[in-house]
């Protein structure tokens, strides 16, 4: 039985928002730009322009075409899937925590690749997307069933806790798997810390098409969700059909949270910060969330990036560090407000 | 016998205005438990690359087995096998702590995590400081006292709320897991593959030489336990009920708190993370005893046995020999998720 | 309104106290004294700082100012034990741990006379067994608290209370989510153990249950005392219009004589006539409209 939360208000006049949206467009071409420019290779501003334009040496070409514009969208693809994702969570479960990597869904995605590399030899890139894809299916359903089994909705701690349990048995797994094959051992380890690190456009192009999809399943499902956020009986006397908004979010944040996952590896608190960045600015209405969230998304990941890539100079910290150093402490303040409430 | 009917068999023992009372169920659980446990033991004494039986292990302590026997025994099985137990009660002992003192049965150091920040100061020792075992023991107990107090600070606020301490502990643990593997990404495979055993959790690498010095610890820290218990007892009764009732909450709180804490910092500085035995032994025990609360006495010993089983398990079962600490992770989180779903259904 | 320093042989006194929550002050400079041997009764409006003055004067919170004397002296320098073996409390939010049968839940109240290897003597025995007497669930003690009904159960958490055999006892809504015969029930035993010398602190809702019951009301509005003294005195139209904002009339209770509080019917466009003191109940009925 939800309890009835005060209704979607917007906070903002619409211009304010548009104000806030122009500002994330601002901030994603700015991070976009610094990905681009800034690197262990220390290179001008003006060679990197110069390049990108069609000039350029060998060597910067290298740099530039090669490395930093698909590791760039790689980032581009990865923040906008999680973010959207961590979104359509927080949203469906009315769960304030929700999370992709808290709820175990990145864990259970992990397992499943683990299992692919391995027994099944599977070093496409390709072949990590739909592993990932099934686990992160099989980890958001049984996340869900299990933190609301009994009929209710899910309490915020309650459903934290079942994915963390559920989660920490998969990375239990993928432990006791890869400790007894070695080689699988050393292929995880690159992936399982979070890294756009040589993440080419042959990784993101295969997952674009259902990174797509996800999103597009996200928006369609946005107005839906602002029904939800009343709880599923008044969604359900206001006409909506919540077993249809169900399949749709599942279908999208296994899309989305996969995708990512198979690409960049588990990212932890992405899917976490930025609904809540978004919120803040933007109101409680889903279709902006969802919307602010592909914007901001790619925003946090690249920023990180730049940030790994020349935090520990001359090694990189990979993505997923600077994440989790910037997501914990955001969990950590919303837990410390006076009550953490359904959304 | 108290004459006073509680609805349930207890015996008061006393002697001269001293006593203490016994529930008889807890403690015919506990034995038959700790009976258990000694058939197991024995099993873990036999097994392995050089099979005895029954009768000479038995043999070896009436001193009527000749010397190859009695080192594989005493010097290379015992050792392990008294460290399985042991480590076991105290991890069951602490998490029977952190469960009644938040009165959340999924709080756990495991949950926590406390466990990622004793791995984390163990790769520091290891990475950087050159990773000989003091230094190992030494880096995993500050660390995970740190994670400790980091996460206590963090979640208090005007007093300290079960599910606040929970959450603040994820949000800590998962920043630490995501700094450990990026760790493990810049050493050499083998250091990875050693350190990543050890982060599992593991009893291969327990000697007389380590599980000495931490047996003695643990000793000394179960024996401290009867004096935070009674106070933690009340504090099933909620914090303003055990205040009002006498108890110093704050105080009594931060005292078992840190008494579990060191218990699973002297386990995990040995052994590495062993995951959900903390968890799942406080909760099996209280579903055999059925007992208001979890008997702490009763945990620890149904503890030892799990970890005991578990090794037995990782050991000779699994067709690799995996660390322990993959089993109970297995076990105890698959225990876990039933436990959710069968409390959910409960309540419904 | 209460004097700064109450009568010297008062069991519980606050003197200028304040009481924060994080950094907002719910109570500020409050000076009260509970008279020895009272049925006190607090009153007042939803968030009026009831329960933290109930709380602060049991030591469960700090004082931010001021003290809180027990016994003449500052409750702070006692020892939790020491406290409890003066001052019982029922908090609201009390949980029974699952499985725990009546007699143990009611033992638990002996913690405070307890030690460490003096886990259960002849006097608790006689404590416990005496509170499960008084509070009449002796017949339920080997049964599990999750099975009783909510007013056994309360019964019992009160027993609990007994059994710390402390002269004085604070209660926190001890009535609320019971139905009304199980809160007649609460508030007879409350009187009964009143009646044996008792002095009992209580915050409850209703209104004319308080005037029934109390010798002594203490009305609380926004964290100051309003009114304090018997109840004939203090419950009055213009009070409860006042603390309350709630139009209304006070009769005489048919069967006790003391104050009853009839709400009055607000729902017709022009002002009821009514029957007793008709000149406050019309500025009440006025005040009230405002705030509607």
């Known amino acids: ?53 069609g000039g350029g040496t060998a060597e910067s070409r290298f740099v530039v075409w090669d490395q930093r514009i698909p590791r760039t969208a790689a980032g581009l693809v990865v923040g906008a899937a999680l973010g959207v994702a961590g979104a359509l969570m927080q949203a469906f479960t009315r769960n304030p925590l929700a999370d992709p990597g808290i709820l175990g869904v990145n864990a259970g995605a992990a397992f499943v690749v683990a299992v692919g590399i391995t027994f099944f030899g599977v070093t496409s890139p390709l072949g990590h997307v739909w592993l990932a894809c099934a686990g992160a299916l099989v980890l958001t359903v049984a996340a869900y069933a299990i933190g609301s089994a009994g009929g209710q909705a899910a309490g915020p701690v309650r459903l934290t806790v079942t994915g963390v349990a559920i989660g920490a048995v998969f990375a239990g797994l993928t432990t006791g798997l890869t400790l007894t094959h070695p080689d699988a051992f050393d292929r995880m380890r690159g992936w399982s810390a979070g890294s756009l690190l040589e993440r080419g456009f042959d990784v993101v192009l295969p997952v674009l098409p259902l990174v797509l999809v996800g999103l597009a399943l996200a928006l369609g499902a946005a107005s839906g969700l602002n029904s939800i956020a009343l709880g599923s009986d008044v969604a359900r006397s206001q006409g909506v059909s919540v077993r249809r908004i169900q399949l749709v979010v599942l279908a999208a944040v296994t899309l989305l949270a996969g995708s990512a996952t198979a690409v960049a590896g588990p990212l932890v608190f992405v899917g976490l910060v930025v609904p809540h960045l978004v919120r803040w600015t933007l109101g409680t209405d889903q279709r902006h969330i969802v919307l602010g969230s592909m914007l901001l998304g790619p925003v946090l990941v690249l920023l990180s990036d730049v940030l790994g890539r020349i935090a520990v100079l001359p090694s990189e910290m990979p993505v997923g560090v600077v994440t989790a150093f910037a997501g914990a402490p955001v969990l950590i303040a919303l837990v410390r407000r006076r009550t953490v409430t359904a959304l | 016998m108290s004459a006073l009917d509680v609805g349930r068999r207890r015996v008061v023992v006393g002697i001269r205005g001293l006593s203490i009372v016994i529930g008889l169920r807890s403690a015919l659980v506990g034995a038959v438990v700790a009976l258990a446990t000694v058939f197991l033991a024995l099993l873990a004494l036999a097994l392995g690359d050089f099979p005895m039986t029954l009768a000479e292990v038995v043999g070896v302590f009436t001193g009527q087995v000749d010397a190859l026997p009695r080192i594989v025994v005493l010097e290379w099985r015992l050792p392990r096998a008294i460290a399985a137990v042991l480590f076991g009660a105290a991890l069951a002992v602490a998490g029977a702590i952190f469960q009644t003192v938040t009165r959340n ?50 979640a208090y606020r005007g007093g300290l709320h079960g599910f606040r301490f929970i959450v603040v502990g994820i949000g800590i643990s998962a920043m630490l897991a995501s700094v450990n593997t990026w760790m493990l990404l810049r050493v050499e495979l083998e250091t990875a593959l050693f350190a990543s055993a050890w982060g599992a959790g593991t009893l291969n690498s327990v000697t007389a030489a380590t599980a000495v010095p931490a047996g003695i610890c643990i000793v000394v820290l179960l024996a401290l336990l009867p004096l935070v218990t009674p106070a933690v007892r009340q504090l099933d009764l909620g914090d303003d009920a055990a205040s009002a009732t006498g108890v110093a909450v704050g105080r009594a709180r931060l005292a078992a708190i840190a008494l579990a804490v060191c218990l699973v910092s002297v386990v995990t500085a040995v052994a590495g993370p062993i995951a959900f035995v903390a968890l799942a032994a406080p909760q099996i025990t209280r579903r055999l005893t059925r007992s208001p609360g979890i008997p702490f006495v009763t945990t620890g010993v149904v503890g030892g046995a799990l970890l005991l089983g578990s090794d037995l398990i990782a050991q000779h079962v699994v067709p690799l020999t995996v660390p322990v600490g993959v089993v109970t992770v297995v076990l105890g989180g698959g225990y876990l998720v039933w436990l959710l779903i069968h409390e959910s259904r409960r309540r419904a | 309104m209460s004097s700064p320093t109450g009568p010297p042989d008062s069991p519980l006194q606050a003197v200028g106290l304040g009481v924060r929550y994080d950094r907002r002050s719910v109570i500020d400079d409050l000076s009260v004294a509970v008279p020895p041997g009272s049925f006190t009764v607090i009153i007042g409006p939803n968030a009026c700082g009831k329960s933290t003055l109930l709380r602060a004067a049991a030591g469960l919170l700090p004082a931010s100012a001021g003290t809180v004397l027990l016994d003449g002296r500052d409750i702070a320098l006692y020892s939790a034990k020491d406290t409890a073996r003066r001052l019982g409390l029922l908090p609201q939010g009390a949980v029974s741990p699952e499985g725990i049968t009546v007699a143990e839940l009611v ?39 999750d099975e009783l009904s909510g007013g056994q159960r309360q019964r019992v958490w009160i027993a609990m209370v007994l059994a710390q055999q402390t002269p004085l006892i604070l209660l926190d809504e001890p009535t609320t989510y019971l139905d009304i015969a199980h809160q007649i029930e609460v508030l007879n035993l409350l009187h009964d153990l009143n009646g044996q010398g008792r002095t009992i602190v209580a ?35 213009e009070l409860v219009a006042e603390v309350f904002g709630l139009a209304n009339v006070v009769i005489s209770d048919p069967l006790t004589g003391t104050p009853l509080v009839v709400p009055a019917d607000t729902r017709l466009p022009h002002p009821v006539a009514t029957g007793a003191s008709s000149s406050s109940g019309s500025r009440a009925g006025s005040r009230a409209e405002q705030t509607i």
Request: charged share 10%; proline share 5%; glycine share 10%.
């Open chain 1, 1 to 53: 039985m939800g309890t009835i939360v005060a209704p979607a208000v917007r906070v903002g006049r619409g211009t304010t928002r548009a104000a806030w949206i122009g500002a994330a467009v601002v901030g994603l071409l700015v991070a976009v730009a610094l990905s681009v420019v800034v690197g262990a290779n220390p290179m001008a501003p003006g060679t990197v322009l110069d390049t990108v334009l």
């Open chain 2, 105 to 154: 049965p999924l709080a756990s150091p495991d949950i926590i995590g406390l466990a990622n920040g004793s791995f984390t100061g163990m790769l520091v020792a290891l990475l950087m400081l050159g990773g000989s075992w003091p230094l190992l023991t030494a880096g995993s107990l500050i660390g995970g006292l740190v994670a400790a107090v980091v996460i206590y600070l963090l």
């Open chain 3, 107 to 145: 033992a638990r109240g002996r913690y405070a006379h307890q030690r460490l290897l003096r886990q259960w003597s002849a006097a608790d025995e006689s404590a416990v067994t005496d509170a499960l007497r008084v509070t009449n669930v002796a017949d339920l003690a080997t049964r599990p608290v």
């Open chain 3, 203 to 237: 915050v409850l809702h209703d209104l004319n249950h308080a005037a029934r019951y109390a010798s002594n009301i203490i009305a609380m509005q926004d964290g100051r005392i309003v009114a304090q003294g018997p109840p004939r005195t203090t419950i009055t139209a």
